[in-house]
Nanobody, 126 residues
């Protein structure tokens, strides 16, 4: 059984940092691109960052996410999202996801992904 479990969310103040973690079980991460997505209140789920399965190549949705960094540790079956200089606009439920791929690419479209976590709430408020 495949499980993805996010952790590290919470309530923080503007300007703070958070690191989200996503622990995988039931799959071997070597064959999967990994992604972080988020859904803000009243909005559609959107891609934030993804990372390829092999060489660590990453893609971000737009330059505003230069504050965010994705990384992976296949030996620990974990993917991370480091978020710095958080703003209230970053408030959302954050999801990790895994996309089985034959190539060394990653995408930020939700329907590419095969497995999803349940999400972790991040709230940025003063």
């Amino acid at each position: 059984q495949v499980q993805l479990v996010e952790s590290g969310g919470g309530l923080v103040q503007p300007g703070d940092s958070l690191r989200l973690s996503c622990a995988f079980s039931g799959i071997t991460l070597d064959s999967f691109a990994l992604g972080w997505f988020r859904r803000a209140p009243g909005k559609e789920r959107e891609g934030v960052l993804c990372i390829s399965k092999s060489d660590g190549w990453t893609k971000r949705r737009d330059s505003s996410q230069g504050r965010f960094t994705i990384s992976r540790n296949n030996a620990k079956n974990t993917v991370y999202l480091q978020m710095n200089s958080l703003t209230p606009e970053d408030t959302a439920v954050y999801y990790c996801a895994a996309d089985y791929r034959d190539d060394a690419d990653c995408e930020l479209t939700t329907n590419e992904y095969d497995f999803w976590g349940q999400g972790t709430q991040v709230t940025v408020s003063s």
